[in-house]
């Protein structure tokens, strides 16, 4: 089967600016997550999303960061505007229920100059 | 509220040697351990994990792990390194119960192995 697909694989922008990454889950998977994993760091869950509906935002800084996940399938997180803080790699993961394994992406590395 | 802490951020040992990484953990309700493995440049990767039942849960690639409730620890083991196993290696917990989800993980331990 096919894996978690993310893209872009890497993206370099400026402070300020804005930018959004997106993923498309394993075919039939119901939840999908969105981890910032800091260089050094373990990833940090930022959304969890069952099909289009979010079950845990605690940890999105809502202020710059959104997340949607339109007719249950695909998502896609944005940032705006974006602080040199943020550079990180951005992982997308999914799994066919709650209660069942994560399968991660390879991400997207972001870089803010 | 769940945490993870990994003891060594970085372990070094020769192949063929026995691999160690340490993970404790706190949790206020029985928790669900999993261990992860990230390669440069890709994503996470599940080696095991613990639900329920057998303390000693055995992973891909010779890995395994056992579950010391009095310890609050689940360390990861393999007999024999291989030049392969070099990665990061990410312990995490979760709530448990029904969920997977909402996964706590450690700051990681990158494993060298020396010819």
């Known amino acids: 089967e096919a894996g978690v697909a993310q893209s872009p694989r890497y993206k370099i922008i400026e402070k300020r600016q804005s930018v959004a990454f997106w993923c498309n889950p394993i075919?039939?998977?119901?939840?999908l997550y969105w981890y910032q994993q800091i260089l050094g760091q373990g990833p940090k869950l930022l959304i969890q999303?069952?099909?289009?509906?979010?079950?845990?935002d605690s940890q999105l800084p809502k202020d710059r960061f959104s997340a949607e996940r339109l007719k249950g399938v695909d998502s896609t997180l944005k940032i705006q505007p974006a602080k040199l803080e943020d550079s990180a790699v951005y992982l997308c993961?999914?799994?066919?229920?709650?209660?069942?394994?994560?399968?991660f992406g390879d991400g997207t590395r972001l870089s803010i100059l | 509220a769940q945490s993870v802490t990994q003891l060594g951020s970085h372990v070094s040992v020769s192949e063929g040697a026995l691999v160690l990484l340490r993970c404790n953990y706190s949790?206020?309700?029985?928790?669900?351990l999993f261990w992860y493995v990230q390669y440069p440049n890709q994503g996470l990767q599940l080696l095991l994990k613990?639900?329920?039942?057998?303390?000693l849960v055995k992973g891909i690639n010779g890995f395994e792990a056992e579950f010391k409730k009095s310890e609050t620890s689940f360390h990861l083991t393999k007999p024999s390194a291989h030049m392969s196993d070099a990665a990061e290696y990410f312990c995490?917990?979760?709530?448990?119960?029904?969920?997977?989800?909402?996964?706590?993980f450690g700051q990681g331990t990158i494993l060298t192995v020396h010819p």
């Open positions: 949790s206020s309700v029985p928790p669900y």
């Open positions: 613990y639900t329920t039942g057998a303390t």
């Open positions: 075919s039939g998977h119901a939840t």
């Open positions: 993961a999914s799994s066919l229920v709650d209660n069942q394994p994560q399968h």
């Open positions: 995490a917990v979760s709530a448990g119960g029904t969920s997977y989800g909402k996964l706590t």
């Open positions: 999303f069952q099909n289009n509906g979010v079950v845990d």
